[in-house]
C-alpha cells in the first residue's frame, strides 16, 4: 500500500509504526451545523480506517470536538446563550449526523474535559524554552526554538502569519497562542497565568498524544489546516516530546459550491442532516467516494443523481446474485462459468489495487461497476453457481470499506431472523390459547422449509436444519 503523505509531498510505502495503526483526525469547531464538506472528510478517514481493516490491520481512530473557541464564544453573546448551550446543541448534532452517515469514531475527546492535560503540556514547553508568557498572562510558543517550522507546510517565514490578535506582545509575530488570557464574557479556567483559556493547537497535539501515544501513524484533517493549525500542532508536540511524532500527514480538498469552499464562516453550506434527508446517507456516502479524497469536488443535484443511479445499480447486481445463489446450478460450474469467476477474481484484485494506492476510490468504484456489469452480461444468464458466489464476496467486501449496501448485503439473514420470530410468537400465543393443531401444523409447515423448531418449558427455539 502506499499513501499521499503532506509531509515530503509525495506518495509513500504504508508502513505503521506498530500492529495497531493508530489516527488522529480534527474534528469540528461546534458553534453550528455540521455540514456536507466535514461529511466529506470524515467519510474520508472513515474510509481510511474501513480498508486498513479489510487488509488486516487493526485500527483505533480518534476525532475531537474543539468545544472551545472564538467562534463558539461569538454565536453565544450574539444568540444571548451560554457557549455550553451552543456547544450542546451543536455537538450533539454532529454525533447524530456521523452515526446516520455510518462513519465510525473509537473516541471522541473534547478540549472542555482536558484543560488541566493542556496547562501541563504548555508548562513543559516553558520548562523546555519554547514558549514565554507575557504581561497580559497569555502564553505563546516561540517559533524560533522549533527548527522544522515550515516544513510540514513547505512555506518560508514571510508566510508565517498566524492571522492571531494582540500580536504587539509577541516575540515574533509568527509566534502563536498556547493559553489566551480571558477577556470580559468569556468563559475561563484558573491557570498558573491567570484566568484564560487554551488557543486553539494546543488541544490536539495534547488530546492526540494522551491517547495514541507519543508517535501514531496517521495526522489527518481538511487541506486548510496544514497550516497554520498542523504546523503548529507539530511544532508543539516534537518540540515536547523531543523526537518525531506523526509519520503520515493526510489531508482531503474540499467540497466546494460554485467553486468556493463550502464552510460556515462564508455562510455557504448545505447542512448534513438536510442533505442526508435529501437522498439519503448511501447516495451521500456514494458521492463523497466517487471521487478521490484530495481532489476538490463541486455539488451539484446532478452529480448526486449519479450516484444515485450507481447505487440502484449496484442493488439490481445484489439482487440477481442472490437469485441465483438461491435457484442457480450447483453443479460443477461449466468452462464458461469458470471464465466468469476468473473475472470476478481479477476485477476484486483490480478493487485491491486501487485501494492500495493511495485510497483511490473512483477506480475502486469503476471496479464495482465493472463487477455489475459482468452480473448482468453473464452471470444473470449462465446463472452459474461459483461466479455469483464470488461476486457476492466481493460485493460484501466491497461494502464492509465504502458501506453504501448495509440492507441489501444484510437483507437475507436479518428477513429470515425476524420472519421466524414472529412465527413463533404467533404460534406461541396459539398454544397458549389451546390451540395446539394449529401450532403443529405451523411447526410441521416450517420443518418443511428446513426450519426446526424445538419446544421446551422455557419456550421454542429454532435453527435450521
Ligand atoms: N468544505 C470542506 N470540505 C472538506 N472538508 C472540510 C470543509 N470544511 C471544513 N472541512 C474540514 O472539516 C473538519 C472540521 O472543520 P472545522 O469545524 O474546523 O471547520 P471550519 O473550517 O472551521 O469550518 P468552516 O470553514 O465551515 O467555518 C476539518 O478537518 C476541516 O478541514
Ligand atoms: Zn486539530
Not at 472542555?112 to 519554547?130: P, R
Not at 463541486?298 to 440502484?312: C, G, P, V, W
Request: charged share 25%; proline share 3%.
Amino acid at each position: 500500500m502506499r499513501i499521499f503523505n503532506t509531509l515530503g509531498r509525495s506518495l509513500q510505502p504504508f508502513e505503521p509504526l506498530g500492529s495497531t495503526v493508530k489516527m488522529y483526525v480534527c474534528g469540528p469547531t461546534v458553534y453550528d451545523e455540521v455540514h456536507m464538506g466535514h461529511g466529506r472528510t470524515f467519510v474520508a478517514y472513515d474510509l481510511m480506517s474501513r480498508y486498513l481493516k479489510l487488509r488486516g490491520f487493526n485500527v483505533i481512530r480518534v476525532q475531537n470536538i474543539t468545544d472551545i473557541d472564538d467562534k463558539i464564544i461569538k454565536r453565544a453573546n450574539d444568540s444571548g446563550k451560554s457557549w455550553e448551550e451552543i456547544v450542546d446543541v451543536y455537538s450533539k448534532s454532529y454525533l447524530e449526523a456521523l452515526d446516520s452517515l455510518k462513519v465510525k469514531v473509537d473516541l471522541h475527546p473534547r478540549v472542555s474535559m482536558h484543560i488541566n492535560e493542556i496547562i501541563s503540556f504548555i508548562e513543559g514547553l516553558i520548562e523546555k524554552g519554547h514558549a514565554y508568557q507575557t504581561s497580559s498572562g497569555s502564553v505563546y510558543f516561540d517559533v524560533d526554538t522549533y527548527r522544522n517550522y515550515g516544513e510540514l507546510s513547505n512555506t518560508a517565514k514571510n508566510l508565517w502569519s498566524q492571522g492571531e490578535e494582540s500580536v504587539r506582545e509577541k516575540k515574533h509575530p509568527y509566534d502563536f497562542a498556547l493559553w489566551k488570557a480571558s477577556k470580559p464574557n468569556e468563559p475561563f479556567w484558573d491557570s498558573p497565568w491567570g484566568r484564560g483559556r487554551p488557543g486553539w493547537h494546543i488541544e490536539c497535539s495534547t488530546m492526540s498524544t494522551r491517547y495514541l501515544g507519543e508517535t501514531f501513524d496517521i495526522h489527518g484533517g481538511g487541506m486548510d489546516l496544514i497550516f497554520p493549525h498542523h504546523e503548529n500542532e507539530r511544532a508543539q508536540s516534537e518540540s515536547m516530546l523531543g523526537h518525531p511524532w506523526v509519520k503520515y500527514w493526510v489531508h482531503t480538498a474540499f467540497i466546494t459550491i460554485k467553486k468556493e469552499k463550502m464552510s460556515k464562516s462564508l455562510g455557504n453550506i448545505i447542512p448534513l442532516k438536510d442533505i442526508i434527508k435529501k437522498w439519503g446517507a448511501s447516495t451521500l456516502r456514494v458521492w463523497f467516494l466517487s471521487s478521490h479524497y484530495r481532489t476538490n469536488v463541486d455539488f451539484s443535484d446532478e452529480s448526486m443523481e449519479q450516484a444515485k443511479s450507481s447505487l440502484e445499480r449496484f442493488r439490481n447486481a445484489i439482487a440477481v446474485l442472490r437469485s441465483v445463489i438461491k435457484e442457480g446450478n450447483i453443479s460443477y460450474s461449466s468452462e464458461r462459468g469458470i471464465k466468469t469467476s476468473n473475472k470476478v477474481l481479477s476485477i476484486y484484485q483490480k478493487f485491491l489495487t486501487s485501494m492500495d494506492d493511495d485510497f483511490d476510490t473512483a477506480s475502486a468504484l469503476a471496479s464495482i461497476h465493472e463487477l455489475a456489469t459482468l452480473v448482468f452480461t453473464e452471470i444473470q444468464e449462465s446463472r452459474d453457481f461459483l461466479s455469483s458466489v464470488l461476486a457476492m464476496q466481493v460485493m460484501e467486501n466491497f461494502n464492509s470499506v465504502f458501506r453504501v449496501l448495509d440492507e441489501e448485503i444484510n437483507a437475507n439473514s436479518l428477513s429470515l431472523e425476524r420472519i421466524v420470530d414472529n412465527i413463533l410468537e404467533v404460534r406461541k400465543t396459539l398454544r397458549e390459547k389451546k390451540m395446539y393443531e394449529a401450532s403443529d401444523m405451523i411447526r410441521d409447515a416450517l420443518m418443511k422449509a428446513g426450519i426446526k423448531i424445538m419446544d421446551s418449558k422455557e419456550g421454542s427455539t429454532w435453527r435450521l436444519e
